[in-house]
């Protein structure tokens, strides 16, 4: 059998019919795509298609969500995707008035003719995604405030921190030569920094490094003060103005939340009189009454009323950490006797240096002193090494380096030579 004849006359020809076919439905598609019709600006429309593609709801389930203010499922970041690509009220009405075949337009003009169909979409697609966002958002403020709080807390009941200054004080009291009538009473937190500078006559031993030394062997509890003091880093990183412009931004949602609630009541309200001014026309009365339903006011308001009312009482709570942790960090600042406009920022990071600082130097002093150890253990070994050898009753040199027997306690030793 030629099995190069078999593949040229059948394997060839059913590739080339492959190919053909994969052409075709490549050509399908393509034309599929040349076809649909695309009304506002071709990348935004390709953008928002591909956003849109990410949400398993349907279009008009979509704008149902919207209209009825629930999320129905969309998560926060599918509804800040969708939020993106809004249309303008020119790209509604461009898409709206289209007469043609509404099966050929695109997917975002689509998606554009169910959204533009809810009335005032765009701030309440906002207050919407400020709802779902609100929660994460205003817990992120709620833990600055708690770094702060706690932070101010840790620094005025930290012992471990208020011997360390002492020691810090007397030293420099010390190194500047000052007798007990010139002597200062306090310093800056900055101050603290530059221990770490400050060198000796030997340009390798700093400030910092002596006072660790000294630590070490008179308060070696102290070492560890950094345990007393974990949420300064934490507050150093924090920053009221930041907390509160973004406790700003919460504000400005809320307002927006209640403006559109107002909006709603008011139109439900006016629809509720015209119905007690037409309740003489009973069929009015009913198609009316319909109409409201319809809409969905009456549950996208009580959603809304809800959604605000608590937002206001998570806000109040906001508002009220954010006037005692202001509180708190004055009184440290008062405390340490720094200025109280002083930004807190820059003194829980001056704080925070002078932590890692201090652990720095700390691995210093630690590995230069084992280094030390075993400087003085290879000089025993060396030593030992170099004394006489004794020798044994048949006169074999024995090399002894420590003793066979330990001294033991007293008690041991009366013991033993009560034996004896």
């Not at 040229?8 to 059913?14: D, I």
Request: hydrophobic share 35%; net charge neutral.
């Amino acid at each position: 059998m030629d099995m190069d004849e078999l593949e040229a006359l059948f394997f060839a020809n059913q590739n080339t019919s492959s190919e053909k076919k994969n052409s075709s439905r490549g050509q399908t598609k393509a034309l599929k795509r040349k076809q649909a019709v695309t009304l506002i600006d071709g990348k935004r429309a390709m953008n928002a298609a591909i956003s849109l593609a990410r949400v398993k709801l349907s279009y008009s389930e979509i704008a149902d969500a919207v209209m009825k203010f629930d999320p129905n499922g969309l998560t926060i970041e599918q509804l800040i995707g969708i939020n993106e690509f809004l249309p303008t009220s020119e790209e509604a009405a461009t898409v709206s008035g289209y007469t043609g075949d509404k099966e050929k337009l695109g997917e975002a003009e689509k998606f554009i003719l169910e959204i533009a169909k809810v009335k005032r979409y765009a701030p309440r697609m906002e207050c919407l995604v400020y709802k779902l966002s609100f929660t994460s958002r205003s817990a992120e403020v709620a833990a600055s405030l708690a770094h702060l709080q706690k932070a101010g807390e840790e620094v005025k009941g930290s012992r471990l921190l208020k011997t360390l200054l002492a020691m810090v004080l007397k030293l420099g009291n010390t190194l500047n030569g000052s007798g007990e009538s010139n002597e200062i009473k306090g310093f800056t937190v900055d101050s603290l920094l530059r221990l770490g500078h400050t060198k000796a006559v030997n340009q390798k031993t700093t400030v910092l490094h002596y006072l660790v030394r000294l630590v070490k062997k008179n308060h070696p509890q102290v070492l560890d003060f950094q345990a007393e003091l974990r949420s300064v880093p934490l507050a150093s990183r924090e920053s009221f103005d930041t907390i509160d412009e973004e406790f700003k931004k919460l504000e400005r949602g809320l307002t927006s939340l209640t403006t559109e609630l107002g909006l709603l009541e008011k139109v439900c309200q006016d629809a509720n009189v015209n119905l007690v001014d037409s309740q003489a026309d009973v069929w009015l009365l009913v198609n009316e009454q319909q109409a409201v339903e319809s809409l969905g006011l009456e549950a996208t308001i009580k959603a809304m009323q809800t959604a605000a009312s608590d937002i206001e009482t998570q806000m109040k709570t906001l508002s009220d950490g954010i006037t005692q942790a202001r509180e708190e960090v004055s009184s440290v600042l008062d405390y340490f006797g720094e200025d109280p406009k002083r930004n807190p920022t820059e003194f829980f990071t001056t704080l925070a240096s002078f932590c890692t600082m201090f652990q720095r130097a700390r691995n210093e002093v630690d590995a230069a002193d084992e280094a030390a150890q075993r400087a003085e253990r290879l000089k025993m070994r060396r030593s030992m090494s170099a004394r006489p050898l004794s020798k044994s009753n048949n006169g074999t040199a024995l090399k002894i380096s420590r003793p066979i027997l330990e001294r033991s306690q007293t008690t041991g030793d009366q013991r033993h030579s009560d034996d004896n």
